[in-house]
């Protein structure tokens, strides 16, 4: 069975520009996060999605940063237009009810 | 708010030996979930063990081990016989009961360096 995957695996953009970031869930997994750790801080908590749903999305930092989940299966995560401090490491984990989060190996976004 | 916090921000290990690594967390909710997550250099994070709060057995999966104090509010990691491979940075992690308000949402400690010298 794939895990959780994540693209692009590492971005580079300038100040201002937009950047997609892309999560596929573990196949039947209803519940997808977006976490996404800072350098030297610790992992903080995004939103969740329950299919297509946004369940919580006290964790996104301000409006640009922008969370779909388009039918229930993949989600985008589109920061626009990106500044310095966005810069950091996002996590996509998905879960099913009851079990185990399972975490992508992440997307490192690199703000110059 | 849930908070989670690891004290040390690196500890070593020699291969074969004995190490245990802290957490402590605060939260107002009697049933929940902790666990251990490693993160090794390849960035995929990996569950370690996971405890059940309402359980007052510890969990063990395989050399890892874990010490749950449901009063004093502590679960740390005991991994016997270390390797190699066990060299990562180690993050606990919290998340409240299934139904709750903050269901499935993970909150996480500061993450403790684990290396281990040959």
């Known amino acids: 069975e794939a895990g959780v995957t994540q693209f692009p695996s590492h971005s580079v953009i300038e100040k201002g520009q937009t950047v997609t970031l892309r999560c596929d869930p573990i196949s039947g997994h209803d519940n997808l996060y977006w976490y996404r750790r800072v350098m030297g801080k610790e992992i903080k908590f995004l939103l969740h999605?329950?299919?297509?749903?946004?369940?919580?999305e006290s964790g996104m930092p301000n409006n640009r940063f922008l969370a779909e989940r388009t039918g229930g299966t993949y989600s985008t995560l589109k920061v626009q237009p990106a500044e310095l401090e966005d810069s950091g490491v996002y996590f996509c984990?998905?879960?099913?009810?009851?079990?185990?989060?399972?975490f992508g190996p992440g997307t490192r976004l690199t703000v110059t | 708010a849930q908070t989670v916090t690891q004290s040390q921000p690196e500890m070593s290990v020699q291969e074969a030996e004995t190490v245990t690594l802290s957490c402590t967390y605060d939260?107002?909710?009697?049933?929940?979930?902790l666990f251990w997550y490693k993160q090794p250099p390849s960035r995929q994070m990996i569950l370690v063990i996971r405890q059940e709060a309402y359980k007052q057995q510890n969990a063990t999966e395989n050399r890892f081990s874990v010490n749950f104090q449901k009063a004093a509010k502590s679960f740390s990691l005991k991994i016997s016989d270390s390797q190699l491979g066990d060299a990562a940075m180690y993050f606990c992690a919290y998340r409240g009961r299934d139904g709750g308000t903050s269901y499935g949402k993970l909150t996480f400690g500061q993450g403790t360096i684990l290396t281990v010298h040959p």
């Open positions: 939260t107002s909710e009697s049933d929940y979930y």
């Open positions: 984990a998905s879960s099913q009810a009851g079990l185990a989060t399972y």
């Open positions: 999605f329950v299919k297509e749903s946004k369940q919580d």
